[in-house]
C-alpha cells in the first residue's frame, strides 16, 4: 500500500534481537518534516534513544538503518542511506552513508528506517520481506568473510533481487574500525559500526520488497527529472567522473600538492601517475557500475590482468582507498594496492583507517622508534607490501601486532606509549587522504566534524575553485573560497555542512547533488516538494540542514565533547609542508574556529550550541536535556 506520506514507505521498523520481537511504527509527518529522512532521522533518534554513556558494544546501544524521501522513486541521481550507532571507536557519534540498490529495496519493503535493538545470543541473520522479518540461523556463516557470506546467504534466500548488508572476519573480532558492507562492494565503513552489529551477534540483514513508492506530483517529478538530467550530461565533469569516480582526485592532489605521502611528510610524489585513477582506467577498469537509478555510474569494476595477484577483482577503487594503500604507505606498485584493497573490503574494515594505523606504524619505525619484537617480526618499510598484506590479515583477526592497531590509531598510541604526535584523527576517527595545509576549509571541517576527522560533513569543494569572486559572492570573503585561503571558512565549512547535512537527508548522492551543484538549497526544495507535498522552502531546508547539525553536536557534547577537542594533530597547525605548491603552509585553525563557532551561534568558549540557537531550530527538548546534565 502507498504510504500516507507521498515519497516514504510510511513505517518505521523495531527489531528487538534479545527477545525476538518486532514492532512497527508510522512515520510522523512531524518528524519528515523537521528531519527529512536518513541521517536526519538516525540522529534524532540516537539522541534521544541512545542516553549518555552506554557501551557501544553493549545491547543498549541501537544500530539505525535510515534512507529517505527519494530513494526508490527513480530520481536520476542515486539512492542512499546512513547507518547510525553509538561508535566503538570513537565513543560518540557512529554514523556513516552509503549507496548501492539496498536503500530502494527497503522502501518496497515497507520501511523509512529499520532499528536493531538489543543483542541476540547467537549468530543470526535478518530477513525483512515485504514488511515481514524472519530470524535465521547464521552459526554456518559467522567467521567467513564479506563475499563467501553473501554468496551463502543469497544461496539460502534463493532470490538474486535480495539487497544484502552484512560483516565480516574483522566485525566479528570487534576490530574498531570495521564496516557494514551493502551488497560485497559497497561500505558503510566508517567510525566501527560493523563491530556494533557483530557485537549483536548480526551477520546480515537480507531486504526483498515487491511495493513501490508513490510521488505527490507525477507530472512535475517527470518534467524536474529531465531538468537534472540535461544539468548532469551536459556537466563538464560527468565524463571523468564516470570513467574515474573519484580515483581521478589522485593526479589533481598531486598537482596541488595536498597527497598524504609517506604519512603527510610529501605532499607531492614523482610516481602518481602510475597509482593514478587514470592508469586504472586504462589498464584495470572492464566496466562502470550504478547506484540504483543512477545516469552517472562512477562506480568501476576492476580485474588485475598479470603478475602475481593476476585474478584479483573488485568494485572501485576510490581516491581514499587508492590514496591510502599507495601514496600514504610509501607504496607505487598499483597491483599490490589493489590486493591489499581488496583484502581490506574482504575482511569487512574501512580502508581509510586502515591505511593510517599501517602509515603510523611504518613512519615509527622508520625513525627506529618501533622495533621488530614490537611488531611481530615484519619490517615495516615505506612500500614493503609483503609486510603490508600480512598486518591487513593480522588487523583482521587480532593476531600479535595487529591486535595493537586493531582499536585505531589513538588506541594503539596509548598502548604502546609512543606516536601520539603523529597519530593522525580527530577526536578518535582518522583523517583521510588529503592534507589540510593545502586544503584549510576541509582542515577546518575535519576539526569540528560530528563524528571526527570527515570530509563528508562539510565537503567545501569550491575552495578548490580558487576563485576570490565567489567568496565574496557566497560569504562576502574572496579568501573564503581560495583553499590557502583562512578568512570566511567559518562561513563556507558552515554553509557546506547545512548543505551535506541536507543532501544526506535526502539520500542522494553527495558527489552529483553538492559537488556538481546539481542540488542547490532552491531545487532541493522544489524536489522536496515535488515528491512528498511537504510545501518546504529553501529557507526552510537550511533550517533542516542546522538542525541535523546542531543535534549531532548536542549528542556529541553530551558525551564530553568541548572545544579542546575540535583541532587538528601538531604536524598540520606547527610543521610547513616542505615542497610543491602548497609549500610553506600550516593550517591556523583558531582563527577559523572563531568565525565558525560564531557563524553557528555556539559558545565560542566551549563549543556547545547556545540556548539561543537550539530555541531558534525548535530543539526545546535538547535544551531540558542538556541541561539536566548540567552543560546548560
Known amino acids: 500500500m502507498p504510504s500516507k506520506l507521498y515519497g516514504y514507505a510510511g513505517q518505521i521498523l523495531r527489531i528487538n534481537l534479545t527477545n525476538r520481537k518486532v514492532r512497527k511504527e508510522e512515520l510522523s509527518k512531524e518528524l519528515a518534516i523537521q528531519y527529512i529522512g536518513g541521517r536526519g532521522f538516525n540522529a534524532r533518534r540516537l539522541y534521544d534513544e541512545v542516553p549518555k554513556g552506554v557501551d557501544p558494544l553493549g545491547p543498549k546501544n541501537k544500530l539505525m538503518i535510515a534512507t529517505g524521501p527519494i530513494s526508490g522513486t527513480g530520481f536520476p541521481i542515486g539512492a542512499r542511506l546512513n547507518v547510525t550507532a553509538k561508535s566503538p571507536q570513537t565513543g560518540i557519534l557512529g554514523d556513516s552513508n552509503v549507496g548501492g540498490h539496498f536503500p530502494a529495496e527497503m522502501k518496497y519493503a515497507g520501511f523509512d528506517q529499520i532499528i536493531i535493538e538489543g543483542a541476540s545470543d547467537k549468530p543470526i541473520y535478518i530477513l525483512i520481506s515485504d514488511g515481514e522479518v524472519e530470524f535465521r ?72 520488497g515487491e511495493g513501490y513508492i508513490e510521488v505527490a506530483e507525477p507530472k512535475e517529478f517527470e518534467a524536474f527529472v529531465e531538468e537534472i538530467e540535461e544539468s548532469v550530461y551536459s556537466h563538464p565533469q560527468y565524463w571523468p567522473r564516470r570513467i574515474m569516480g573519484t580515483s581521478r582526485i589522485l593526479l589533481a592532489a598531486n598537482r596541488l600538492g595536498f597527497l598524504p605521502g609517506k604519512h603527510f611528510t610529501a605532499g607531492e610524489v614523482d610516481y602518481a601517475y602510475e597509482v593514478s585513477g587514470e592508469k586504472l582506467a586504462l589498464k584495470y577498469n572492464v566496466k562502470s557500475r550504478g547506484c540504483f537509478s543512477c545516469i552517472l555510474p562512477c562506480g568501476r569494476f576492476y580485474v588485475i590482468g598479470e603478475g602475481e595477484f593476476a585474478g584479483t577483482y573488485g568494485e572501485g577503487p576510490e581516491y581514499e582507498a587508492l590514496a591510502g594503500l599507495t601514496v600514504r604507505i610509501g607504496n607505487n606498485d598499483l597491483n599490490s594496492a589493489l590486493k591489499a584493497i581488496s583484502m581490506i573490503n574482504d575482511l569487512g574494515m574501512d580502508v581509510i583507517s586502515t591505511s593510517e594505523v599501517i602509515a603510523w606504524a611504518i613512519e615509527l619505525y622508520e625513525k627506529g622508534q618501533l622495533s621488530r619484537n614490537e611488531t611481530s617480526g615484519l619490517e615495516l618499510n615505506w612500500g614493503n607490501m609483503n609486510a603490508v598484506l600480512q598486518l591487513i590479515e593480522m588487523i583482521a583477526y587480532r593476531r600479535g601486532f595487529g591486535a595493537v592497531l586493531a582499536d585505531g590509531v589513538a588506541k594503539a598510541a596509548e598502548k604502546l606509549g609512543k606516536g601520539a604526535e603523529i597519530a593522525f584523527h580527530v577526536k578518535g576517527l582518522e583523517m583521510i587522504q588529503a592534507d589540510p595545509r593545502g586544503l584549510k576549509g576541509y582542515g577546518l571541517g575535519f576539526a569540528v566534524a560530528s563524528r571526527g576527522a570527515d570530509h563528508l560533513r562539510s565537503e567545501p569543494f569550491i575552495e578548490l575553485s580558487d576563485n576570490p569572486e565567489i567568496g565574496r559572492k557566497l560569504f562576502g570573503e574572496p579568501e573564503a573560497t581560495l583553499r590557502l585561503g583562512t578568512r570566511g571558512k567559518g562561513k563556507l565549512v558552515a554553509y557546506y555542512e547545512n548543505w551535506c547535512a541536507v543532501i544526506d537527508a535526502l539520500e542522494v548522492c553527495k558527489n552529483i547533488a553538492e559537488n556538481m551543484e546539481i542540488l542547490p538549497f532552491d531545487k532541493a526544495a522544489k524536489l522536496i516538494n515535488i515528491v512528498t507535498g511537504l510545501n518546504l522552502s529553501a529557507s526552510d531546508l537550511v533550517k533542516v540542514g542546522e538542525r541535523i547539525v546542531n543535534i549531532e553536536r548536542a549528542y556529541i557534547v553530551r558525551e564530553g565533547i568541548r572545544r579542546m577537542d575540535d583541532t587538528l594533530p601538531k604536524r598540520f597547525l606547527e610543521e610547513p609542508i616542505t615542497s610543491g605548491p602548497s609549500a610553506g603552509n600550516v593550517i591556523e585553525l583558531d582563527e577559523m574556529l572563531e568565525e565558525y563557532y560564531e557563524t553557528r551561534n555556539w559558545n565560542p568558549k566551549t563549543g556547545i550550541p547556545t540556548e539561543e540557537k537550539l530555541l531558534e531550530l525548535q530543539l526545546h527538548d535538547v535544551v531540558k536535556d542538556l541541561k539536566s546534565h548540567g552543560i546548560l
Open 137 to 208: 540461523d547464521a552459526s554456518s556463516i559467522w567467521g567467513l568473510t564479506i563475499s563467501k557470506a553473501y554468496d551463502e546467504i543469497r544461496r539460502e534466500v534463493r532470490d538474486w533481487k535480495a539487497q544484502i548488508a552484512l560483516i565480516g572476519p574483522a566485525a566479528e573480532n570487534l576490530v574498531k574500525f570495521s564496516g557494514i558492507f551493502f551488497n560485497v562492494h559497497r561500505p558503510a565503513a566508517r567510525t566501527g559500526l560493523g563491530a556494533v552489529m557483530a557485537a549483536k551477534k548480526l551477520k546480515a540483514i537480507v531486504v526483498r
